[in-house]
C-alpha cells in the first residue's frame, strides 16, 4: 500500500499557474497508476487526469484539457500536477490517488486504492 502526500497547492490569481506534486511513501511508485481528483466546494469528487504505470499514456478531464498536464518521475517516488490558466472554477481540494501495480498500456478514471490527504487550490477572480 501506498502512503501519498500531496504538496503545492495554494492561493492564485485567474490565469495564474501552480505545480502539484504527489509523493509516494512505500512500494515504488513504479508501474502504479497515478490519477488527480479534485473537489469543488459544494460539489462532487471530479476526475482531473491520470497517467498510465508506464508513463505512456495520459487522460484529462474537459475541464482541464489544454490546461492542465501530469507527469511522474518514478526514479524520485513522485507524480505531478502542472496547472497552467488557471480558473476560478478549478478551486478545490485535489487529491493524488494510486492503483496497481499493473502493467495496463492505459489509465482509468476509476479503481484507486491509494489516496492522499488532498492540497487545497484557491483560485482568486
Known amino acids: 500500500q501506498l502512503h501519498l502526500v500531496e504538496s503545492g497547492g495554494g492561493l492564485v490569481q485567474t490565469g495564474g499557474s501552480l505545480r502539484l506534486s504527489c509523493a509516494a511513501f512505500?512500494?515504488?511508485?513504479?508501474?502504479?497508476?497515478i490519477g488527480w481528483f479534485r473537489r469543488a466546494p459544494g460539489k462532487g469528487r471530479e476526475f482531473i487526469s491520470c497517467?498510465?504505470?508506464?508513463?505512456?499514456?495520459?487522460e484529462y478531464g474537459d475541464s482541464v484539457k489544454g490546461r492542465f498536464t501530469i507527469s511522474r518521475d518514478d526514479a524520485k517516488n513522485l507524480a505531478y500536477l502542472q496547472m497552467t490558466n488557471l480558473r476560478p472554477e478549478d478551486t478545490g481540494v485535489y487529491y493524488c490517488?494510486?492503483?496497481?501495480?499493473?502493467?495496463?498500456?492505459?489509465?482509468?478514471?476509476?479503481?484507486?486504492?491509494?489516496w492522499g490527504q488532498g492540497t487545497q487550490v484557491t483560485v482568486s477572480s
Open positions: 497517467i498510465s504505470g508506464n508513463g505512456d499514456s495520459t
Open positions: 512505500g512500494p515504488t511508485l513504479d508501474r502504479y497508476e
Open positions: 490517488a494510486a492503483k496497481g501495480p499493473t502493467n495496463q498500456p492505459l489509465c482509468y478514471t476509476w479503481g484507486y486504492q491509494d
